[in-house]
């Protein structure tokens, strides 16, 4: 079965910078769009940020400008980037890669509080 381990999740404070990583436990290269999504309490899980086998991006209006998505098909990764992060960010992350199954990992903290 195909795993995806996501990490790097964790406290920061506002103006602070985390990466994620999402590694899948197989190649991703002929995997045409992965993505970041995420779930902060209370709410529904919304798109952050994806990218394609090119290096194509998109990213939520939220989140533009201050996050980056990028994939090393070499290693089988995916990154988030994420910079000035503001506490309306915190919410658990989740990687998701359309095609294997399963297709979303489990999750990872982010925390955004002084």
């Known amino acids: 079965q195909v795993q995806l381990v996501e990490s790097g999740g964790g406290l920061v404070q506002p103006g602070g910078s985390l990466r994620l990583s999402c590694t899948v436990s197989?190649?991703?290269?002929?995997?045409?769009?992965m993505g970041w999504f995420r779930r902060a309490p209370g709410k529904q899980r919304e798109v952050v940020a994806t990218?394609?086998?090119?290096?194509?991006?998109n990213y939520s209006d939220s989140v533009k400008g201050r996050f980056t998505i990028s994939r090393d098909n070499a290693k089988n990764t995916m990154y988030l980037q994420m910079n000035s992060l503001k506490p309306e960010d915190t919410a658990v992350y989740y990687c998701?890669?359309?095609?294997?199954?399963?297709?979303w990992g489990q999750g990872t903290q982010v925390t955004v509080s002084s």
């Open positions: 990218i394609t086998s090119h290096g194509s991006t």
């Open positions: 197989e190649n991703i290269v002929n995997i045409y769009a």
């Open positions: 998701h890669a359309p095609g294997v199954d399963p297709s």
